[in-house]
């Protein structure tokens, strides 16, 4: 191969490359202003919009106006939607209404729910509060508990308080503890304190330490530093 075709060679080669880059730049430019556009956003040039693009562009905000009428969003607009879309939209809107109601997800409204419905909303409603109410959590309502059910929730708070003492939260109430359940929670007490010392935390309470495993734990320290 000649000097001159090698140079050919070479520039065809540039110019192959050059030119993919810059239609791959186009493609990148296109798909931006593309998306801009279908989301409303300042930096949308429609001068530059094909007719394809337009059609892309009016789907993709149709599409995006199905889904805000079925989450009844505020930017819905009915009067766009064709008789069958406005009757798929009517079922997923009540569907999404009825599963928010079920989940507790913002303020029910419960004149667009049947009577059937009503009535599952409200079982739920009642064991998401004796759920609430078993975990301590403050949307609790101790008040539409049933006898047996407030019983079932003040053993659990019992338990949870047990819990608490035992690991040494601050939350913990001692004077509800029972006598046995107090001297359990002592023996916790001093173990954790035990454990404080050996690993020379500052939770350590050295005067609450037995003479046996205060000689110990000295003894171990002092082997340690020679």
Known sequence: MTTRSRILCMS?????????AL????SADREQNLFA???????CDRSV???????EIA????????SDCESASTSCDRSKLGVSELAEVNVAAHRNLVSNCWNGIGSCDYSKLT??????????????????CWNGWTPCNLSTLSASELAAVT??????????????WATCDRSQLSAAELSEVKVADHQRNYLACVSDYLACDPTLLTAAEAGEINGDMHRTSR
């Open 12 to 20: 065809l080669m540039v110019f192959v490359i050059c030119y993919s």
């Open 59 to 66: 789907a993709a905000r149709h599409k995006q106006n199905i």
């Open 23 to 26: 239609m791959k730049a186009q």
């Open 37 to 43: 556009c279908e989301n409303h956003w300042n930096s």
């Open 115 to 132: 009577t059937s419905e009503a009535a599952d909303v409200a079982i739920a409603e009642n064991e998401r509060n004796i759920s609430d």
């Open 155 to 168: 053993v659990a708070k019992h338990r949870r308080n047990v819990s608490e003492c035992w690991d040494g």
């Open 49 to 55: 919009l094909t007719e394809m693009d337009k059609k």
